[in-house]
C-alpha cells in the first residue's frame, strides 16, 4: 500500500505585503489545521496586519483575516486562530516547513544604459536567513516575481550556505497571479495554480506536498506542475502579455483620435472577437502599479543577456508606448484648454494606480499630475482610498516640496475637489465616479469653461458628500 504523503503542519511567509498577507490570509482561512505565520522586517506593517487596520486595502481581505487571525466561535464550537503576523523571522524559520518567499523584487539599473534588471537582494536575502537558521527540513517555495534561472540560483546559494548541515531544502517555484483590487477573488477562485520543481524523486514530493495545500480549496486541474524554468517565465509572460494589451490598446487610441474613429467602439468591435477576447482593452493614460514595468522590463532584460536583441525590443516599445500614453494625455488636456494650464485648477479624480486597490507605485496619476503641474496648474486631488500622505510623497519625489505645496490641494470628496475646476481628469475608474454624464451638482461647482475629460464621466452627489469638508491645503496636518 502507497504511504500516504505527510501533510505540511506550519508555514512561514517572509514578507507581509500585497501578496504574502491576502495569500496566507486565504491559505489559512482554507487550511485549519495548518499554522501559518507571515513575517516582516517592516515593524509598523505587522503591526497593522494585527489589528483592525490593515496595512492595505482589498475589497474581502479584512473578513478573511479576521477570520483566520481572531478566535472564532459558532454554537459550541470554536475556531482556534491559525494566522499569526510576526517580526521574529527566525522563529517562524525554524518552526516551519514550507516557506513562502514572498519579498518585494523591485527594477533596479544594471550598468552604463544597460538595461534594468529585477533586484533579487530581498529575495537572496530572505534565502540566506533560511539557509543559516534552519535545524530542519523544508520547502522553500518562491512567490516573488524573478528572472528565470533563479530557482536554480537559490540551490546554489542554499547548497553553499548549509553545506555543513544534514538539512534539506527543496526549492520550488510558486508565482502568485493575484491581481491587487480583485485579490480576494483571485486567490479563493484562481484560473491556475503553478508549481515549478525539479523532476528528482524528492522535488516532486515537495511540489506534491505543496499542491496538497491548495487542493484544499483548489481543484486539481487547475494545479499545474512545469519545470522551475518555464513556471518563472510564466510569470513574466503573463503581465507582459497583459501589459502588451494596455499598450497596444493605447496605441490604438491614439490613431482613432487622429481619424475620428472612437476607441471605445473599436475596443468592442475587436473584443467581441472570440479569439481575442474583451478583457484589458480599455483605453487609459497608461498602466501602472508595481508589477508590469517592472516585469517586462525583466523580460527585456532576460533577452538582452542571451544576445536576442530583436525580443528585447520588441518588449522595451510596450512600456515605451505606456510612457508615451501618459504624455500625450497631459498634453491632451493642455491642449484642450488654450494650450496655458496658468493659474488653472484641474480637478484630479483618483489617484491609486486601478480602483479598488490604495496602492499609488507607479500610478499614471504621478505622471499625468506631474506634467500640469510643471505647466503651472493648481491640481485638487481626491481618492477615496489612497492616503494624503502618501499622494504628498509620491509627488515630492518628483518636484520641490515648497513649489508644490501653493500648486496642489487633496479633498474629502470629489465636490470640493471639483469646485471651480477648468477640468475634470479622472484618472482611477474607481465605481463611485461612474455615472452616465455630467450630474449638475457637480456642473454646479466647475467653473465655466469645463473640460470633461472622456474617459470615464463624474461622480454624483450623494447625502453624506453634501456634508464633507471644505478644500484643505497639502501642507494642513489637521486633515
Ligand atoms: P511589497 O513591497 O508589498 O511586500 C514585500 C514585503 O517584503 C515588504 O513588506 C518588505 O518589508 C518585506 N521584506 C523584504 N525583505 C525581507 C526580508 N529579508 N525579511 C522579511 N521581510 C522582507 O511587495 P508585493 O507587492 O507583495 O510583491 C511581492 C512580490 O510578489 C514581488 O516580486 C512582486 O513582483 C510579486 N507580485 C506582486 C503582485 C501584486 O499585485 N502586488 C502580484 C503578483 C506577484
Same mark, same amino acid.
Given at each position: 500500500?502507497?504511504?500516504?504523503?505527510?501533510?505540511?503542519?506550519?508555514?512561514?511567509?517572509?514578507?507581509?505585503?500585497?501578496?504574502?498577507?491576502?495569500?496566507?490570509?486565504?491559505?489559512?482561512?482554507?487550511?485549519?489545521?495548518?499554522?501559518?505565520?507571515?513575517?516582516?522586517?517592516?515593524?509598523?506593517?505587522?503591526?497593522?496586519?494585527?489589528?483592525?487596520?490593515?496595512?492595505?486595502?482589498?475589497?474581502?481581505?479584512?473578513?478573511?483575516?479576521?477570520?483566520?487571525?481572531?478566535?472564532?466561535?459558532?454554537?459550541?464550537?470554536?475556531?482556534?486562530?491559525?494566522?499569526?503576523?510576526?517580526?521574529?523571522?527566525?522563529?517562524?524559520?525554524?518552526?516551519?516547513?514550507?516557506?513562502?518567499?514572498?519579498?518585494?523584487?523591485?527594477?533596479?539599473?544594471?550598468?552604463?544604459?544597460?538595461?534594468?534588471?529585477?533586484?533579487?537582494?530581498?529575495?537572496?536575502? $530572505? @534565502?540566506? #536567513?533560511? +539557509?543559516? !537558521?534552519?535545524?530542519?527540513?523544508?520547502?522553500?517555495?518562491?512567490?516573488? *516575481? %524573478?528572472? /528565470?534561472?533563479?530557482?536554480?540560483?537559490?540551490?546554489?546559494?542554499?547548497?553553499?550556505?548549509?553545506?555543513?548541515?544534514?538539512?534539506?531544502?527543496?526549492?520550488?517555484?510558486?508565482?502568485?497571479?493575484?491581481?491587487?483590487?480583485?485579490?480576494?477573488?483571485?486567490?479563493?477562485?484562481?484560473?491556475?495554480?503553478?508549481?515549478?520543481?525539479?523532476?528528482?524523486?524528492?522535488?516532486?514530493? $515537495? @511540489?506534491? #506536498?505543496? +499542491?496538497? !495545500?491548495?487542493?484544499?480549496?483548489?481543484?486539481?486541474?487547475?494545479?499545474? *506542475? %512545469?519545470? /522551475?524554468?518555464?513556471?518563472?517565465?510564466?510569470?513574466?509572460?503573463?503581465?507582459?502579455?497583459?501589459?502588451?494589451?494596455?499598450?497596444?490598446?493605447?496605441?490604438?487610441?491614439?490613431?482613432?483620435?487622429?481619424?475620428?474613429?472612437?476607441?471605445?467602439?473599436?475596443?468592442?468591435?475587436?473584443?467581441?472577437?472570440?479569439?481575442?477576447?474583451?478583457?484589458?482593452?480599455?483605453?487609459?493614460?497608461?498602466?501602472?502599479?508595481?508589477?508590469?514595468?517592472?516585469?517586462?522590463?525583466?523580460?527585456?532584460?532576460?533577452?538582452?543577456?542571451?544576445?536576442?536583441?530583436?525580443?528585447?525590443?520588441?518588449?522595451?516599445?510596450?512600456?515605451?508606448?505606456?510612457?508615451?500614453?501618459?504624455?500625450?494625455?497631459?498634453?491632451?488636456?493642455?491642449?484642450?484648454?488654450?494650450?496655458?494650464?496658468?493659474?488653472?485648477?484641474?480637478?484630479?479624480?483618483?489617484?491609486?494606480?486601478?480602483?479598488?486597490?490604495?496602492?499609488?507605485?507607479?500610478?499614471?496619476?504621478?505622471?499625468?499630475?506631474?506634467?500640469?503641474?510643471?505647466?503651472?496648474?493648481?491640481?485638487?486631488?481626491?481618492?477615496?482610498?489612497?492616503?494624503?500622505?502618501?499622494?504628498?510623497?509620491?509627488?515630492?519625489?518628483?518636484?520641490?516640496?515648497?513649489?508644490?505645496?501653493?500648486?496642489?490641494?487633496?479633498?474629502?470628496?470629489?465636490?470640493?475637489?471639483?469646485?471651480?475646476?477648468?477640468?475634470?481628469?479622472?484618472?482611477?475608474?474607481?465605481?463611485?465616479?461612474?455615472?452616465?454624464?455630467?450630474?449638475?451638482?457637480?456642473?454646479?461647482?466647475?467653473?465655466?469653461?469645463?473640460?470633461?475629460?472622456?474617459?470615464?464621466?463624474?461622480?454624483?452627489?450623494?447625502?453624506?458628500?453634501?456634508?464633507?469638508?471644505?478644500?484643505?491645503?497639502?501642507?494642513?496636518?489637521?486633515?
Amino acid at each position: 500500500m502507497q504511504r500516504a504523503r505527510e501533510p505540511v503542519r506550519s508555514i512561514c511567509c517572509i514578507g507581509a505585503g500585497y501578496v504574502g498577507g491576502p495569500t496566507c490570509a486565504v491559505i489559512a482561512c482554507q487550511n485549519p489545521k495548518i499554522q501559518v505565520t507571515v513575517v516582516d522586517l517592516d515593524q509598523a506593517r505587522i503591526d497593522a496586519w494585527k489589528s483592525d487596520h490593515l496595512p492595505i486595502f482589498e475589497p474581502g481581505l479584512r473578513d478573511v483575516v479576521q477570520f483566520a487571525r481572531d478566535e472564532q466561535y459558532s454554537g459550541h464550537e470554536t475556531r482556534p486562530p491559525n494566522l499569526f503576523f510576526s517580526t521574529d523571522i527566525d522563529s517562524a524559520i525554524v518552526s516551519a516547513d514550507l516557506i513562502f518567499i514572498a519579498v518585494n523584487t523591485p527594477t533596479k539599473l544594471v550598468g552604463q544604459g544597460a538595461g534594468s534588471a529585477s533586484d533579487l537582494a530581498y529575495v537572496e536575502a $530572505a @534565502a540566506r #536567513r533560511i +539557509a543559516e !537558521v534552519s535545524t530542519s527540513d523544508k520547502i522553500v517555495a518562491q512567490k516573488s *516575481t %524573478v528572472p /528565470c534561472g533563479t530557482a536554480h540560483t537559490l540551490r546554489h546559494i542554499f547548497a553553499s550556505v548549509a553545506q555543513n548541515s544534514d538539512v534539506n531544502f527543496e526549492i520550488l517555484s510558486n508565482p502568485e497571479f493575484l491581481a491587487e483590487g480583485t485579490a480576494i477573488r483571485d486567490l479563493l477562485s484562481p484560473d491556475r495554480i503553478l508549481i515549478g520543481s525539479n523532476t528528482d524523486r524528492r522535488a516532486l514530493q $515537495a @511540489a506534491e #506536498r505543496l +499542491a496538497d !495545500v491548495y487542493a484544499a480549496w483548489v481543484p486539481r486541474e487547475r494545479i499545474l *506542475t %512545469v519545470n /522551475c524554468w518555464s513556471s518563472e517565465l510564466s510569470k513574466l509572460a503573463a503581465n507582459c502579455m497583459l501589459a502588451q494589451r494596455i499598450s497596444s490598446i493605447n496605441s490604438l487610441s491614439a490613431i482613432c483620435e487622429v481619424t475620428g474613429a472612437d476607441v471605445d467602439e473599436v475596443a468592442q468591435a475587436v473584443g467581441q472577437d472570440t479569439r481575442i477576447g474583451s478583457k484589458m482593452l480599455k483605453a487609459s493614460a497608461g498602466f501602472g502599479g508595481s508589477c508590469f514595468k517592472k516585469d517586462v522590463l525583466c523580460l527585456v532584460y532576460i533577452a538582452e543577456s542571451y544576445n536576442l536583441h530583436e525580443v528585447a525590443l520588441y518588449w522595451r516599445r510596450i512600456v515605451d508606448i505606456n510612457e508615451y500614453s501618459k504624455a500625450r494625455f497631459a498634453k491632451w488636456i493642455i491642449q484642450s484648454l488654450h494650450n496655458t494650464l496658468d493659474r488653472k485648477k484641474i480637478a484630479i479624480l483618483g489617484w491609486a494606480y486601478k480602483k479598488d486597490t490604495g496602492d499609488t507605485r507607479e500610478s499614471a496619476a504621478i505622471n499625468v499630475a506631474g506634467q500640469l503641474i510643471a505647466e503651472n496648474a493648481h491640481v485638487a486631488v481626491y481618492d477615496p482610498e489612497v492616503r494624503p500622505d502618501q499622494i504628498i510623497s509620491d509627488l515630492t519625489q518628483h518636484h520641490n516640496t515648497d513649489a508644490l505645496a501653493k500648486k496642489v490641494s487633496i479633498h474629502k470628496n470629489p465636490y470640493s475637489a471639483c469646485e471651480g475646476a477648468s477640468a475634470v481628469v479622472i484618472l482611477t475608474e474607481w465605481d463611485e465616479f461612474k455615472t452616465d454624464g455630467l450630474p449638475s451638482a457637480v456642473a454646479n461647482v466647475l467653473d465655466k469653461e469645463v473640460l470633461e475629460v472622456p474617459l470615464v464621466s463624474v461622480p454624483r452627489r450623494t447625502s453624506e458628500d453634501s456634508r464633507g469638508s471644505s478644500e484643505r491645503s497639502w501642507v494642513r496636518d489637521d486633515y
